[in-house]
């Protein structure tokens, strides 16, 4: 799993936990659950960076 840490061009930031997987597709960015449902969508024009954490899997 993963955690993504999505900065903007405004200043502002999102983050998605627990996360296995993304894609860049189009003009969007999306991070996918492990059934490969988007649990988050961004346009990369306001994007100004993209950090991903390695983290274990709790259980």
């Known amino acids: 799993m993963a955690r993504y840490e999505i900065n903007y061009l405004d200043g502002n930031t999102d983050t998605v936990a627990n996360a296995p997987g993304h894609e860049w ?9 492990a059934k490969k449902r988007t649990v988050y969508l ?7 960076s993209v950090l991903i954490h390695d983290e274990e899997a709790n259980g």
């Open 42 to 48: 961004a346009p990369t024009a306001n994007i100004r």
């Open 25 to 33: 597709s189009g003009n969007v960015f999306v991070v996918l659950d």
